[in-house]
């Protein structure tokens, strides 16, 4: 068996705080042939240098596998936005939309109840503490968000839910000589 990963990410595109990535994966099926996914991102952390923020992000897969003793094919194709705002200094406050259309082909009509397909919608709030020394790259400092997500059906979704996050990291500088310098993270998340 194998996976393949290939990602590319960056932090600071054309030099403007763009945080922009891409990740394609690859791996053996349960059945036959290959599963794969998509994803792509982009964020704008400061909207015209403002308290606004932004992220887009899109989503495809697909896999095969066994359900009940039968092959299926599940398809999904997703797209998130999110649009933030800085409420004091290193607190900040977003809100978000997502939709996920997942396609299972064939479905059996009394295995249905029991098969995850359909159109899941997302509203999420989240509420971050940024308190780093280096948005980029940290090496000091605490950062902690807290998120909240609930199901809903504004254009068909069929599933509700609530669903909350909470995740901390804190970076600790270690110093080995004037030569060695990196850091430490802790990281929390329930």
Known sequence: NFVGQ????????????????????????EVRG????????????????????????????QSLDFEYDA?????????????????????????????ENIVKSPIYKIYKPFTKAGMVEKFTQTLTYDKTDNYLMPTSGVYASLANA???????GEYYFGKTT?????YVPLVFGENFKTNFRLFYRD
């Open 166 to 170: 909470l995740s901390s990291s804190w």
């Open 71 to 99: 092959e299926v094919r599940t398809t999904s194709t997703s797209i998130a936005f999110s649009v933030g705002r800085e409420l004091i200094e290193d607190l900040r406050l977003s809100a978000g939309y997502s939709i």
């Open 34 to 61: 290959i599963d794969h996914d998509l994803n792509l991102h982009f964020t704008e952390p400061s909207i015209n240098d403002g308290v606004w923020s932004g992220q887009v992000s899109l989503g495809l897969s």
């Open 6 to 29: 290939v990602s590319y990410s960056e932090a600071n595109l054309l030099g403007k705080g763009w945080s922009t990535g891409i990740e394609f994966q690859v791996r053996p099926s």
């Open 150 to 156: 609930i199901g809903i059906n504004l254009v068909g």
